[in-house]
């Protein structure tokens, strides 16, 4: 038996996110029809990040292990042909059958990106969030500051949320602006659920001035959800790579 490790992107648009769901179309859902189908195995793969509906990918993870004597780096390119245009393998190669894209320390890079001017661009409208308002973004940096580092995270993450421990690290968080596009870029080990989404919509209630950057603190140790800003839209969101310490 062995374990190939696969680097996926994907544009969320079109799928009820990663995970597979009852009578939904899924990135994982497709993933392993088409696997079973190359591969003519029942193939189950193990994804690295859930991301929800609407998120899109240029390097999400997964593993799988298979009986097939294909080489791994081979996988990717005839995988590629049984799956839908909107879902590219990247990569594929072998690790270790001890190897898990969940459990093995990693640090996974997010991305939001805000359109922002007056007028909408259709060719933006389904990777990112349009916001007509001027953004302080400045006033966004300062306050993302407040995040960085190991906090407890239960005013960023849903009322959903079932897991008991809240605490996250977040490694690095920039807002940057290139043209009209804002970039707010946040790598951590680990995020809550729609913890980054909600992140985006607190630092966007920053920037038009609605929140001032020093509430942060306030914000966080209120561990409260109702003291944060909004969740942002999915399809703002993208999730760029997860960076392994250890892979074999």
Known sequence: MRRIKLEIAYDGTNYHGWQIQPNEITVEGVINQALSKLLQEDIAVIGASRTDAGVHAKGNVAVFDTETRIPAEKICLALNQHLPWDIRVQSSVEVSENFHPRKTKSKKIYEYSILNRSISLPTERLYSYFV?????????????QF????????????????????????YHLDVKKDGYMIRIEISGSGFLYNMVRIIAGTLIEVGRGMIAPQDMTRILKGLDRSLAGPTAPAHGLSLSRIDYDRER
């Open 147 to 170: 995040l960085v580092g190991e906090h407890d995270f239960k005013s960023f993450c849903s009322v959903k949320t079932q897991v008991l421990d809240t605490v996250r690290e977040i």
């Open 132 to 144: 007509y308002y001027n953004l302080n973004i400045d006033a966004m940096n300062e306050a993302a």
